[in-house]
């Protein structure tokens, strides 16, 4: 069998499109998980590059019912029943509510009357579940240990037993600033994103989630999903009273119905108290799983993107099973077909006894359904459907005026002139652009049968290699069948009863398919180096001075780089790791980290981690240098594994720009990294490992960073199929 090469040997053959480029996650670098809430800031607007501005009314709209002109016009002589309002019609004004930027006492004081405001709003609205507080100098409580504060929210006014309020009661943060001059906006715009990211990332049963902003005079309404950030042009506080009505009747609208489903609550999903902690109650179809342990949670940890959470669970009769709640691109297919596609095509290409051997080592699926809500399928907002002028996406500056004083009040400056919608790109440094493609996501989830130890979690040595060596029988089979996972990573690879499985398929994809998407997320310290170049780097370096050949292919990853990932993982686990005997002996690991943090830097285009790779004989005695005894007697075969796939490429590109993808050099491969790991295997013996320590200079996780305890079988005599 020949596989279909990336690049046609003729002209007139048909050229397959390019790859979909993957883009590291700033989230999931060390920056973000010290817990330093500046650093973590950065990160998430690095991830998030941009937000799409729409008319008020566009969003307003997607809120809650608005109220009718017959409801206005109740709500606003109430008010001013209430002395809330005076005026007539034609000079409504808020009684003592003045600009901001006028008020010579603190911001905490101007903003006082907002509160008075919004609760007259509000009582027009039967059954309404939400109410104002506000708080500049309180910090809610948090499970991941977040120190924001917002200077108000909306906050479930539920019976609550506990006497502060937690992240999982606010329904929506706000922000103020006195002035609109531009540290005002970056600031408030800062702070709004970083509590509607926390908001998403600490609560599984938030879908969506709105946010409010304040400048002097200036209202802006925000909304976060797994898609992507959307921000309202501005209205003034002061004129348009109606809209300011509008808005608070449809969040208090939203807030009437017993599941808030309409603020973005899930339905589906029950928080329940176990003791200390929190457990969860998902209903997949006619079944309800509840939660027992995290088993990964960091993908929730973007703002826009799969948001994925997995989870421990057991079903109603005690089984226990794994759960994975993500939103896809709401074009692609999940992950339980794409397994099954897998699984089809493994059917058709393998012979009988490779087919058991696949399904060994690919995880296991129960089930997979998507999120029904109301008889509708949960899907992130469709603005397609609003208005169709006037939306603009809008470029974060990310290097913003970042403020270096404690988030409490300040007076704030008084800009000399312009309305924050005409001013606001130019101040922010922000470049606008218009874009008809509106990214939208769906909610669904997969029930695995198996749960196990992530391979990053797993402590003993021999463990941890079996683990990865099942994970590389399972690329062989996916790759024989005709696909590539795209995704290798140590978290997307379980120990399950002595045996590695693959998982994570939701970027798998047949090597000869032509469907490509606009993006994806990807592991950097596991990404080939092609990969992440987005260029084949290993053709002849007599085409270089050729004239005559013909433009660069698009790239496509191939089997090589799945497997290079498997090179990098097996490289992870040694230079991230030491024997706990040497750590008990008081062994200095700063050489050791130098070199771990060269060959993963974390970020894309870093010349050390192509060096580390290709440079065999410094790769050979930075092994030997830089790693204890017992573990370099085990990993010595690292350059060696390195020197066979770069042998492997210039094999595959020798023809450049064809290339020779076919079954010889795949078997050649996925035997040569057998052997290599087979051989550390059986030296593995009973080390076990632990992490380099995280001291003052070195506060970098592993990635993920989440924990799982230890597998049972640690020390085992390892398993080969």
């Excluded at 330093?36 to 709209?61: E, H, M, N, S, T």
């Excluded at 092994?623 to 595959?652: M, N």
Aim: aromatic share 8%; charged share 25%.
């Amino acid at each position: 069998m020949m596989l279909t090469p990336h690049t046609p040997p003729s002209q007139n053959s048909q050229m397959l499109p390019p790859d979909t480029v993957p883009v590291p996650r700033h989230t999931s670098q060390a920056d973000y998980r010290t817990g330093d809430l500046k650093l973590g800031r950065i990160a998430v607007l690095a991830d998030l590059r941009r937000y799409l501005q729409v008319p008020f009314d566009c969003l307003v709209k997607c809120v809650g019912a608005k109220p009718s002109q017959q409801d206005l016009q109740r709500i606003r002589h109430n008010l001013k029943e209430s002395k809330i309002l005076a005026g007539d019609e034609s000079g409504l004004q808020w009684t003592d509510f003045t600009p901001p930027a006028t008020s010579k006492g603190s911001e905490e004081n101007a903003f006082k009357p907002l509160g008075r405001i919004i609760a007259g709003i509000l009582a027009e609205v039967p059954n309404h579940g939400v109410s104002f507080l506000a708080n500049p100098n309180g910090t809610p409580l948090s499970q991941r240990n977040n120190t924001s504060r917002p200077d108000g929210f909306l906050v479930l006014s539920n019976e609550k037993t506990e006497p502060k309020i937690h992240w999982f009661d606010i329904a929506v943060p706000f922000e103020f600033k006195k002035g609109r001059d531009i540290e005002s906006l970056r600031d408030d715009e800062q702070k709004i994103i970083w509590s509607l990211h926390n908001i998403m990332r600490e609560d599984p049963l938030r879908r969506f989630a709105f946010g409010i902003t304040i400048e002097d005079t200036q209202l802006r309404l925000w909304l976060s999903n797994r898609a992507l950030l959307v921000v309202t042009e501005p209205i003034n506080f002061f004129e348009n009273i109606d809209g300011v009505i509008s808005l608070f009747y449809a969040l208090g609208s939203s807030s009437a119905s017993s599941t808030m489903k309409e603020l973005g609550w899930d339905p589906t999903v029950e928080r329940i108290r176990d003791g200390e902690v929190f457990q969860y109650k998902f209903t997949i179809g006619d079944e309800v799983f509840t939660t027992t342990r995290e088993l990964a949670t960091y993908g929730a940890d973007s703002m826009v993107g799969r948001g994925t959470r997995v989870y421990e669970a057991t079903d109603a009769k005690g089984k226990k099973v794994a759960v994975k709640d993500s939103w896809r691109d709401l074009e692609r297919q999940s992950e339980g077909e794409i397994l099954a596609n897998i699984l089809a095509s493994c059917e058709e290409k393998l012979n009988p006894d490779e087919l058991v051997k696949a399904k060994r080592h690919f995880v296991g699926v129960r089930l997979w359904q998507d999120v029904v809500i109301d008889d509708t399928r949960d899907e992130t907002l469709d603005l397609m459907a609003a208005e169709e002028h006037n939306r603009t996406w809008v470029s974060i500056d990310l290097n913003p005026i970042l403020s270096t004083r404690l988030h409490l009040s300040s007076t704030g400056d008084v800009p000399d002139s312009g309305q924050l919608s005409a001013s606001l790109p130019t101040q922010l440094g922000i470049i606008a652009h218009k874009e008809t493609g509106i990214p939208r996501r769906v909610h669904t989830r997969i029930v695995f049968h198996d749960v196990g130890v992530a391979l990053k979690d797993v402590k003993s040595l021999a463990d941890n290699l079996t683990c990865l060596s099942g994970a590389l029988m399972a690329l062989y089979y996916l790759h024989k069948a005709g696909w590539v996972h795209r995704d290798f990573s140590v978290g997307n690879v379980i120990c399950v009863r002595d045996i590695g499985k693959l998982g994570d398929f939701e970027y798998a994809k047949q090597m000869d398919s032509d469907v490509t998407h606009d993006v994806r997320t990807g592991t950097m310290h596991f990404m080939a180096l092609e990969v992440e170049s987005q260029k084949y780097l290993f053709y002849p370096d007599s085409h270089l001075f050729n004239t005559d050949l013909p433009l660069d292919p698009p790239f496509r990853m191939n089997f090589l780089h799945d497997i290079k990932s498997v090179w990098w993982a097996f490289t992870w686990i040694f230079f991230y790791h030491t024997d706990t005997e040497m750590a008990n002996a008081g062994h200095s690991f700063d050489t050791q980290w130098k070199q771990f943090q060269l060959a993963f830097p974390g970020t894309v285009g870093h010349a050390s981690r192509q060096n580390f790779f290709t440079q065999v004989i410094e790769l050979r005695r930075s092994c030997e240098t830089v790693l204890s005894k017992t573990c370099f007697d085990v990993c010595h075969h690292i350059p060696h594994f390195a020197k066979a796939l770069q042998d492997g490429y210039r094999k595959a590109e020798a023809n450049y720009p064809s290339l020779a993808l076919d079954d010889t050099l795949l078997e050649d491969m996925h035997g040569r990294a057998t052997e290599f790991l087979r051989d550390a295997q059986e030296r593995a013996g009973v080390i076990k490992l632990c992490r380099l320590p995280n001291s003052q200079k070195q506060k970098r996780p592993s990635p993920g960073d989440e924990t799982s305890p230890p597998p049972k079988n640690q020390g085992k005599k390892p398993r080969h199929d």
